[in-house]
């Protein structure tokens, strides 16, 4: 009984983690549900916000100051709580506490240990995995926030080549430079259209050219593609055609790369996925195997 109960605590712990590392992703029909509605006003999305604070950030709170006085995060996990739109305050308050959480969790498990079966590992083996769960746990939050900067990177990328396409028609059909960014980039939604919007706006607003707007986001979220653009565009000139030629370059360019890279993961996710039947056929093996070998291992 005790080794049953230790063992659904084991695996109930090793499922939180798995799904903190692995959270659910929303339906296809939420999704879908989602295009097209209203914006929410600011103060319902801030309200919002604060309602999905995880507890983990409410209670590594008062450590903030200290990670921050140890140098934390450094320039390139910032830039990735930039684009992902994570606050700093936030992320090393989930960082302190689940290392907390690392730290507690296999002391808690041995106490408990000893009060069931009256013995229990010695504490240097509590110690050293309450160490090493707590280091692995403190980086958790740096994986979530690196992958959702991927995906936004990813995002940023495709919406820009579907951007310049759209931007490339409008062109070949008679309209001005201007005209033709602005309305490309009413077209497309999302976070990465966004973006683009704000920066047309911002070279509105300062009177700047827009391809130094371009190239400023793109090395605010690390995006190289919008950097290679104004830098193309402002080699190419001010002139219309000129232009549209760059442009159109650079487009095909992309869905070149985009659809090279789709088909690597596409034969990546093929092999990955032959691991799993290998190792259910080496499991199937040994559960019709080992009746046979134990009964041949007692004969002798």
Same mark, same amino acid.
């Given at each position: 009984?005790?080794?049953?109960?230790?063992?659904?605590?084991?695996?109930g712990?090793?499922?939180?983690?798995?799904?903190?590392?692995?959270?659910p992703?929303?339906?296809?029909?939420?999704?879908?549900?989602?295009?097209?509605?209203?914006?929410?006003?600011?103060?319902?999305?801030?309200?919002?916000?604060d309602?999905?604070?995880?507890?983990?950030?409410?209670?590594?709170?008062?450590?903030?100051?200290?990670?921050?006085?140890?140098?934390?995060?450094?320039?390139?996990?910032?830039?990735?709580?930039?684009?992902?739109?994570?606050?700093?305050?936030r992320?090393l308050?989930?960082?302190?506490?689940?290392?907390?959480?690392?730290?507690?969790?296999p002391?808690?498990?041995?106490?408990?240990?000893?009060?069931?079966?009256?013995?229990g590992?010695?504490?240097?083996?509590?110690?050293?995995?309450?160490?090493?769960?707590?280091?692995?746990?403190?980086?958790?939050p740096?994986?979530?926030?690196?992958?959702?900067?991927?995906?936004? /990177?990813?995002?940023?990328?495709?919406?820009?080549?579907?951007?310049?396409?759209?931007?490339?028609?409008?062109?070949?059909?008679?309209?001005?430079?201007?005209?033709?960014?602005?309305?490309?980039?009413?077209?497309?939604?999302?976070?990465?259209?966004?973006?683009?919007?704000?920066?047309?706006t911002?070279s509105?607003?300062?009177? /700047?050219?827009?391809?130094?707007?371009?190239?400023?986001?793109?090395?605010?979220?690390?995006?190289?593609d919008?950097?290679?653009?104004?830098?193309?565009?402002?080699?190419?000139?001010?002139?219309?055609?000129?232009?549209?030629?760059?442009?159109?370059?650079?487009?095909?360019?992309?869905?070149?790369?985009?659809?090279?890279?789709?088909?690597?993961?596409a034969?990546?996710?093929?092999?990955?996925?032959?691991?799993?039947v290998?190792?259910?056929?080496?499991?199937?093996?040994?559960?019709?195997?080992?009746?046979?070998?134990?009964?041949?291992?007692?004969?002798?």
């Amino acid at each position: 009984m005790t080794g049953i109960l230790l063992g659904l605590g084991l695996g109930g712990f090793l499922a939180v983690i798995v799904y903190g590392l692995n959270p659910p992703k929303p339906s296809l029909a939420d999704t879908l549900s989602q295009l097209g509605g209203p914006t929410p006003p600011a103060a319902h999305a801030a309200a919002e916000a604060d309602e999905q604070t995880g507890w983990a950030a409410r209670w590594g709170r008062r450590v903030v100051p200290v990670l921050r006085a140890w140098g934390l995060p450094g320039a390139g996990l910032r830039r990735d709580l930039q684009v992902a739109e994570v606050p700093v305050e936030r992320f090393l308050a989930e960082k302190a506490a689940c290392f907390t959480a690392g730290l507690l969790a296999p002391s808690g498990a041995s106490l408990l240990w000893w009060l069931l079966a009256g013995t229990g590992p010695a504490w240097p083996a509590t110690v050293a995995g309450s160490l090493a769960i707590a280091v692995v746990l403190f980086c958790v939050p740096d994986l979530s926030v690196r992958g959702q900067a991927r995906q936004r /990177r990813a995002e940023l990328k495709h919406t820009l080549s579907v951007f310049l396409n759209l931007t490339v028609i409008a062109l070949s059909g008679g309209a001005g430079i201007h005209q033709a960014l602005t309305d490309a980039a009413a077209s497309p939604q999302g976070w990465a259209a966004a973006q683009l919007r704000r920066a047309l706006t911002a070279s509105d607003l300062r009177r /700047r050219s827009v391809w130094l707007e371009l190239g400023e986001l793109g090395s605010r979220t690390g995006v190289t593609d919008l950097e290679e653009l104004a830098a193309t565009v402002s080699l190419a000139g001010s002139e219309g055609a000129k232009v549209r030629i760059s442009l159109e370059a650079k487009a095909a360019a992309m869905r070149t790369r985009s659809l090279a890279e789709s088909d690597g993961a596409a034969q990546s996710a093929t092999e990955r996925m032959s691991l799993p039947v290998v190792v259910f056929f080496a499991g199937f093996l040994m559960f019709i195997g080992y009746p046979a070998l134990q009964n041949v291992l007692a004969g002798l």
